[in-house]
Structure formats: C-alpha cells, structure tokens
T-cell receptor, first 119, second 117 residues
Framework: DTGVSQDPRHKITKRGQNVTFRCDPI?????LYWYRQTLGQGPEFLTY????????KSRLLSDRFSAERPKGSFSTLEIQRTEQGDSAMYLC?????????????????FGEGSRLTVL | AQSVTQLDSHVSVSEGTPVLLRCNYSSSYSPSLFWYVQHPNKGLQLLLK??????LVKGINGFEAEFKKSETSFHLTKPSAHMSDAAEYFCVVRGLWIKAAGNKLTFGGGTRVLVKP
C-alpha cells in the first residue's frame, strides 16, 4: 500500500495521560499536514511541515501539543496531559511540492485517521 | 482570510434522483476549490478540484461542480444518485498563492448524504 498510513487507528486513554500518533506519508511527498476532526465538523488545520521544517501552526495547537518530522519522512503528533476535549479524529495528509513557480495547486492525500477517545 | 459555508448539513435523496450539494466560499485571493468525500471509517478522498481552468469540473464517480465567481459558489452535483454515494462531503477552499495564503485547506462543515432505495 503506497498511501498515507496512520498509527494507531484507535486510542482510548484516561485524562491526563500522554498519547502519540504516527503518520507515514506517501514516500515522495515532502509536505505533511495534521488536521483534527471532531464529530459532525469538518477537519481543522493543526500544523504543516515541508521536509523536516514545521512552517505553520494553528492557534488550535496548544502547548500540550507537539509535532515533529525529524528526518523529513514520518511525523509524530504528541498530546501531553490529555483532556476530554482532545477527543477527536486526527488526520494526516501529504502531498508533493510543485512550487517552482508561485502557484501551488497540489492535491492532499489523506490517511484514514487516528481516533482518540479521552475518558 | 478564507472560509467555506456548506448550506445543508444533511441531504436525503432517492436512488436514481439528482444530488445537489451547495457550497459558498470566501477568499481574499484566487482560490483553489475542492470537494472531498468521506465514507464511514475511511480517509478523505478527493472527488474533484477547481484550479482556475475550466469552470465546470468533472470528478470521479459521475460528480461534477461548477465554479461561479459572481456567486462565490462551487456547488456539487450528480445526475443520478447511487447507494454507494451515501457519505459525508466536504467543500474545501485553498488560497492559490503560496506565500500570501499559506498552504492549509479550509474545510466546510460537511454535508451528510443519505440515499434511500
């Protein structure tokens, strides 16, 4: 399978615990995105990497959240001291860079998501 | 700034009848517009995209959408619904210029489609 893969698919944890999600993008894609989707809502942008550099972070990403992409390949999203409000689906997406010009219209390819339930 | 409004949170159609999902957008820049579909327990899949070429865009599974700048709309249609079309659909906007609008997609709230036999 050469799509975006996420692990784990489901995580149930108790409030206050730390959790980490992993995303493996499509291998030739240098751009990687994290989104969060709560029940009945559309996905909301969290953060974005180009290679190993984290270029943009949403205000939704509180200081309990940290994302890394150390070698420019897979990425991890860690949530510390989880709260019940963190319960959501965490989506990862990737795409190739086509920014030799300034116009960039590349499609995002999404993984199936990691569903977090905080009890 | 950019935003997307999907005018219907739920749409119910009978199999074989047309489907219309309405989307209005707001963008300070020439937008790229997308429709994604999400089946239960599946990842988001791109149906089609508009990127300043033809205003009528054809996508997969018989869907198409028309970009109307004067109405700031990008409605999704399909002439004949199939049971497999039951899913959630998201209208998405993205600024065209990298440095001005960033790279992130802005999603609408979604429209859940129910197809009755």
């Amino acid at each position: 399978d050469t799509g975006v893969s996420q692990d784990p698919r489901h995580k149930i944890t108790k409030r206050g615990q730390n959790v980490t999600f992993r995303c493996d993008p499509i291998s030739e894609h240098n751009r990687l995105y994290w989104y969060r989707q709560t029940l009945g809502q559309g996905p909301e942008f969290l953060t974005y990497f180009q290679n190993e550099a984290q270029l943009e972070k949403s205000r939704l990403l509180s200081d309990r959240f940290s994302a890394e992409r150390p070698k420019g390949s897979f990425s991890t999203l860690e949530i510390q001291r989880t709260e019940q409000g963190d319960s959501a689906m965490y989506l990862c997406a990737s795409r190739a860079s086509r920014d030799r010009g300034r116009v960039d219209t590349g499609e995002l390819f999404f993984g199936e998501g990691s569903r977090l339930t905080v009890l | 700034a950019q935003s997307v409004t999907q005018l219907d949170s739920h749409v119910s159609v009978s199999e074989g009848t047309p489907v219309l999902l309405r989307c209005n957008y707001s963008s300070s820049y020439s937008p790229s517009l997308f429709w994604y579909v999400q089946h239960p327990n599946k990842g988001l899949q791109l149906l089609l995209k508009y990127t300043s070429a033809a205003t009528l865009v054809k996508g997969i599974n018989g869907f198409e959408a028309e970009f109307k700048k004067s109405e700031t709309s990008f409605h999704l249609t399909k002439p004949s619904a199939h049971m497999s079309d039951a899913a959630e659909y998201f209208c998405v906007v993205r600024g065209l210029w990298i440095k001005a609008a960033g790279n992130k997609l802005t999603f609408g709230g979604g429209t859940r489609v129910l197809v009755k036999p």
